[in-house]
């Protein structure tokens, strides 16, 4: 089942916490088209 499937997302993921990378990953498994994503240092 593709939760995400056709969706575009924009992923944000932080350097303490979940980088980028591995929500894409998610993301792309769940049939979403990843547009950007980045990580970032929220400080």
């Known amino acids: 089942m593709a939760l ?3 969706k575009k ?3 944000i ?3 303490d916490g979940i ?3 591995a ?3 998610c993301a792309k498994s769940a049939g979403a ?3 950007f994503s980045s ?3 929220f400080v």
Do not use: A, H, M, N
Request: hydrophobic share 35%; glycine share 10%.
């Open 23 to 25: 929500i894409e990953e």
């Open 4 to 6: 995400l499937k056709d």
């Open 13 to 15: 993921g932080d350097r």
């Open 33 to 35: 088209e990843v547009v």
């Open 9 to 11: 997302v924009v992923i």
């Open 19 to 21: 980088p980028g990378p």
């Open 39 to 41: 990580t970032e240092c």
